[in-house]
């Protein structure tokens, strides 16, 4: 996932915050090396377009994890 995908929707809404999600379909949602690299570039792309990144949350089988309570936001 490109931060200019993610950014291009939230810029054309006039976002002024955004909320990340998605799942692993393996059902465990503990957060890969690319999905922790994912949320830095976010975070750094979302400060130089005035956009907060709220969250970024992984969905897994009957559980989810928020990278904002494991400290990566």
């Known amino acids: 996932m490109h ?27 503990s957060p890969s090396i690319e999905d922790i690299n994912v949320t830095e570039r976010l975070k750094e792309a979302e400060k130089i377009v005035g956009i907060d990144l709220l969250d970024h949350i992984i969905i897994g089988e009957n559980k989810f994890i928020s990278l904002k309570e494991k400290g990566y936001l």
């Open 3 to 29: 931060p200019r995908k993610v950014l291009k929707s939230a810029i054309l809404s006039n976002a002024a915050s955004l909320l990340v999600e998605h799942n692993h379909p393996s059902g465990e949602p």
